[in-house]
């Protein structure tokens, strides 16, 4: 039987991030919370243990790859399960971390893992983002904002930029070639503050998938009629 703990560990070194022990005892508790609360709850099709490592824990920690977390304030937008904010939160137990979702009983399971895995500075909310995004508690005060949900770019950069301040980073987590999303989205990432930096394509370690972080990075405020609602944003596209 396969060695998780030797899976993540050389997973996270080939990424860039090598883990402490402390972190690997508490993925190992993470999983474990994970694949039994998803018997009654839909969380993740991921059910094998091995591929919840690879598939989302290092997926989630190539984000390594492009920035430094340590001591960032860091927004996961429609975090779902935790990813990748979670995973980037044991990996940089020093970063202030918030995971957003608009469903409570997600944002209930995320609470009972941080609990169980006694972590600080990390905070579990329920909304919706185009409602937190215009709130000033939360609004163009995060170093790093990161998405690794499924849906277009310029959607996800309306919901996500109004959080970053000028200076930070919105990091997009994608699968497959993101060159032409990333094309569409242009005129929104430019009318909210952003400015596409790069794609840095990596493939998900002991796997054959490649996939990209999309890098932008926020040089201005975003204008105060951003976010819409997220009805206005799917009908009227910024283009």
């Known amino acids: 039987m396969e060695n998780l703990d030797d899976l993540l560990r050389s997973g996270a070194e080939t990424l860039g991030r090598p883990l402490t022990d402390e972190a690997v005892s508490q993925f190992r508790v993470y999983a474990d919370l994970l694949l039994d609360a998803n018997r009654h709850m839909n969380l993740t099709a991921v059910t094998e243990p091995?591929?919840?490592?690879?598939?989302?824990?290092?997926?989630s920690l190539a984000l390594c790859r492009v920035?430094?977390?340590?001591?960032?304030?860091?927004?996961?937008?429609?975090?779902?399960?935790?990813?990748?904010?979670?995973?980037?939160?044991?990996?940089?137990?020093?970063?202030?971390m918030t995971l957003l979702d608009s469903l409570q009983k997600r944002v209930?399971?995320?609470?009972?893992?941080?609990?169980?895995?006694?972590?600080?500075?990390?905070?579990?909310?329920?909304?919706?983002?185009?409602e937190l995004g215009r709130e000033d508690a939360h609004r163009v005060v995060y170093d790093i904002a990161?998405?690794?949900?499924?849906?277009?770019?310029?959607?996800?950069?309306?919901?996500?930029?109004?959080?970053?301040?000028?200076?930070?980073?919105?990091?997009?987590?994608?699968?497959?070639?993101?060159?032409?999303?990333?094309?569409e989205a242009a005129p929104a990432i430019e009318a909210l503050g952003g400015r596409f930096d790069r794609t840095?394509?990596?493939?998900?370690?002991?796997?054959?998938?490649?996939?990209?972080?999309?890098?932008?990075?926020?040089?201005?405020?975003?204008?105060?009629?951003?976010?819409?609602?997220?009805?206005?944003?799917?009908?009227s596209p910024i283009r």
């Open 50 to 59: 091995a591929e919840i490592y690879r598939r989302h824990f290092l997926d």
């Open 67 to 96: 920035t430094n977390f340590d001591g960032k304030r860091v927004i996961d937008v429609g975090t779902g399960a935790g990813f990748p904010g979670l995973p980037i939160k044991l990996a940089w137990a020093d970063c202030d």
């Open 108 to 130: 209930s399971f995320l609470e009972q893992v941080c609990g169980a895995l006694g972590l600080s500075g990390v905070t579990a909310l329920h909304s919706r983002a185009e």
């Open 146 to 183: 990161l998405s690794r949900a499924v849906a277009r770019l310029d959607l996800l950069a309306e919901l996500c930029l109004p959080f970053v301040k000028p200076g930070g980073l919105f990091l997009a987590m994608k699968t497959g070639n993101a060159e032409e999303e990333t094309l």
């Open 200 to 235: 840095e394509r990596y493939q998900v370690p002991g796997t054959e998938a490649v996939r990209g972080i999309v890098i932008i990075k926020k040089i201005r405020a975003t204008p105060d009629t951003y976010p819409r609602r997220f009805a206005k944003m799917q009908k």
